[in-house]
């Protein structure tokens, strides 16, 4: 029984119940029929209104005659219409599920362009909705896999290339070792690093099980240090950094040490791409969130690229990768971390004039935060 299929499940169960209704029907009115019609026949007896004793038995048996026939006809012509409307109604409910199975056939082959169409059954409408968002979230999921692998293989060729060649032609003997060369091989296995490890992190902040250790804690020492420290690296002729931060702002309840990861990878960015002009860091609060927005003067960011901005191994330009010296993880990380102290990040750019990235932090002592669930 478990092997039977759900079309003929339904076909089955409608013929029982239609079986059993004409069966139903067809006994009652057998048994009773003659017992309702002879207690007819005696009440006109009683009346005096015809006469029909020497009859009685003549008209019981053509009664039983005829409504034997017509059972048999009933129980043929009812079968055969309610037999082919129950073949049809499961049909016709099976129609989109049988659809459905072939499309999750060619997902499983890879093809994931196919949708369900709208049914005219509620309920199968809001399967094939749900499945439908399904399907394309596994669509991006698998793009953005393929996307990663690709990504990955990119940023990993370069360095590995150019340790290879410089290994290779110090073992043959073309050229000679010098400071310089292993200052090299150093810089490209520092860059490995990097990405292992900005890989390695940004894994663990996906799945939830990087450890964030909530504080209260008070951001305007922390963005002093900060701003100071890259300010000391910049040259004259680089951006000039600023701090707008008023003396009355609240501690907020995050973690100090991926606090300061996030504004370091921020900064970071900002100065990377900023040859010249400013970087002003402003913070405010609004509501029960205190917001630190980086604006800075770069080359700014494409709005076709915009909503790539947090995605992981994103960049405006590829080309620029060697020269940034960036993984192009650290946004996702940011992102990441972001969410995982309870609050959101954003982006506003345009091209040529600069960036403006900001996020949110929930003030210390509020009784409503809800931070992600770990994956």
């Keep these: 029984m478990s092997k039977i299929s759900l079309v003929t499940r339904l076909f089955l169960s409608h013929l029982l119940v239609m079986i059993v209704g004409l069966s139903s029907f067809a006994i ?6 003659p017992q309702f019609f002879v207690l007819r026949l005696e009440q006109l007896e009683r009346r005096g209104l015809i006469t029909v004793r020497s009859a009685r038995t003549y008209l019981i048996e053509g009664f039983e005659t005829a409504w034997n026939r017509s059972t048999i006809w009933s129980v043929i012509v009812g079968g055969s219409a309610a037999g082919g409307l129950s073949f049809w109604l499961s049909r ?3 129609k989109p599920l049988d659809r459905m199975e072939k499309i999750t056939q060619k997902f499983a082959a890879g093809e994931f362009e196919e949708r369900m169409p709208t049914s005219e059954i509620p309920e199968l409408n809001r399967l094939g909705i749900g499945f439908n968002y399904m399907a394309s979230s596994l669509e991006n999921v698998e793009q953005k896999r393929r996307e990663l692998i690709s990504d990955m293989t990119h940023e990993l060729r ?27 091989l150093v810089r490209e296995t520092k860059r490995l690093e990097r990405l292992t490890n900005d890989l390695q992190e940004l894994s ?12 209260k804690l008070d951001l305007k020492p922390l963005l002093q240090s900060l701003v100071e420290r890259f300010s000391d ?16 702002l609240p501690c907020v309840l995050a973690d100090r040490d991926r606090v300061e990861q996030i504004l370091v990878n921020l900064l970071g960015n900002a100065i990377r791409y900023t040859g010249s002009g400013s970087i002003i860091t402003t913070v405010w609060r609004k509501n029960q969130f205190v917001w630190i927005a980086i604006a800075d003067t ?14 992981r191994f994103w960049r405006a330009e590829r080309s620029r990768s060697s020269y940034s010296g960036g993984s192009g993880i650290g946004l996702a990380i940011t992102r990441r971390l972001v969410e995982l102290q309870g609050g959101k990040i954003e982006v506003d750019s345009e091209l040529g004039q600069g960036s403006t990235f900001r996020f949110s932090l929930p003030v210390a002592g509020r009784k409503d935060i809800t931070l992600p669930e770990k994956s």
């Design 298 to 311: 770069g080359i700014g960011i494409s709005p076709d690229d915009l909503p790539y901005v947090f995605e």
């Design 28 to 33: 009652i009115a057998k048994l009773s029929s």
């Design 233 to 248: 690296q910049l040259l004259d002729e680089g951006p000039t950094l600023t701090l707008n931060c008023p003396e009355d």
């Design 92 to 94: 016709r409910i099976m």
């Design 158 to 184: 370069t360095p590995l290339t150019v340790v290879r060649g410089y290994l290779e032609e110090l073992s043959d003997g073309n050229i000679e070792p010098s400071p310089e060369i292993y200052a090299r």
């Design 204 to 215: 663990k902040a996906e799945a939830g099980y990087l450890p964030i250790h909530l504080q």
